[in-house]
Antibody, heavy 122, light 106 residues
C-alpha cells in the first residue's frame, strides 16, 4: 500500500537550517509530483511547495520562497525539504503529500505522511 | 496569487443537520478546487476534487458544487465522525493556496 513517512523534525534554533525527508513506498515514486504542506499550532493548513515527477519543476509559497528548497532523489524514493533561516513562524507540523494522479503537478491526492513536528526555539 | 476565503469560519451543528460551507476564490480558477477534512493529530483527508467529484471511499453525504468563483461543500446529514475542520484549496495556479478553514463542532 502507498506510504509516505516524514522524518527530520525536531527543535532548531532561530536562524538555523533543517532538512526534512519523506520516504515513499507502495507506488512508482518517479511517476508522481509531491507536495509539502504545514500546519502551525492553532492555525490552518498552509501549502508550501511542489516538485514535479522528474524534479524539473518546482513552485513555492511566498512565505518560504528563497528560504526553503524542495528536492527529490528518485533513486531513493525520497522527497526533501531543506529549510533555512528558520524563525518562530516556521514552527509547525510538516506533511508530505502525493499528487492525485501521475504526472499531474497541482492536485494533492489522498496519500499523506503522518507529519513531522518542527519547533523553532532558542 | 489566488486568495481563498471561506465562510463561516466556524459553525455549531448537531448530528443529522445539513451543513453548508462556502469557499470563494479571488480570481477565476475554473474547477480546480479541492476540499479536505482535517482532524487533530491526523493527516488531511481529500473529500472532493475538481470542484464536485467525490474522492473514492468518501461517503455520499458529502457533495460539492460551484458557481463561478464560489464553491460549496455540503454535508447532507452530519455524522459524529464529521466534526472536523474543512479546507478548500485551489489547484489552478501556483502557489496552490488553502482557504482559512471552517470548523464544524457541536
Amino acid at each position: 500500500q502507498v506510504q509516505l513517512v516524514e522524518s527530520g523534525g525536531g527543535v532548531v534554533q532561530p536562524g538555523r537550517s533543517l532538512r526534512l525527508s519523506c520516504t515513499a513506498s507502495g507506488f512508482t515514486f518517479n511517476d508522481y509530483a509531491l507536495h509539502w504542506v504545514r500546519q502551525s499550532p492553532g492555525k490552518g493548513l498552509e501549502w508550501l511547495a511542489v516538485i514535479s515527477f522528474n524534479g524539473h519543476t518546482t513552485y513555492y509559497a511566498d512565505s518560504v520562497r528563497g528560504r526553503f528548497t524542495i528536492s527529490r532523489d528518485n533513486s531513493k524514493d525520497t522527497l526533501f525539504l531543506h529549510m533555512s533561516s528558520l524563525g518562530a513562524e516556521d514552527t509547525a507540523v510538516y506533511f508530505c503529500a502525493r499528487a492525485r494522479r501521475s504526472v499531474e503537478l497541482s492536485s494533492i491526492g489522498d496519500y499523506w505522511g503522518q507529519g513531522t513536528l518542527v519547533t523553532v526555539s532558542s | 496569487d489566488v486568495q481563498m476565503t471561506q465562510s463561516p469560519s466556524s459553525l455549531s451543528a448537531s448530528v443529522g443537520d445539513r451543513v453548508t460551507i462556502t469557499c470563494r476564490a479571488s480570481q477565476y480558477i475554473s474547477s480546480y478546487l479541492n476540499w479536505f477534512q482535517k482532524k487533530p493529530g491526523t493527516a488531511p483527508r481529500l473529500l472532493i476534487y475538481a470542484a464536485s467529484t467525490l474522492q473514492s471511499g468518501v461517503p455520499s453525504r458529502f457533495s460539492a458544487s460551484e458557481s463561478g468563483t464560489d464553491f460549496t461543500l455540503t454535508i447532507s446529514s452530519l455524522q459524529p465522525e464529521d466534526f472536523a475542520t474543512y479546507y478548500c484549496q485551489q489547484s489552478y495556479s501556483a502557489p496552490f493556496t488553502f482557504g482559512p478553514g471552517t470548523t464544524v463542532d457541536v
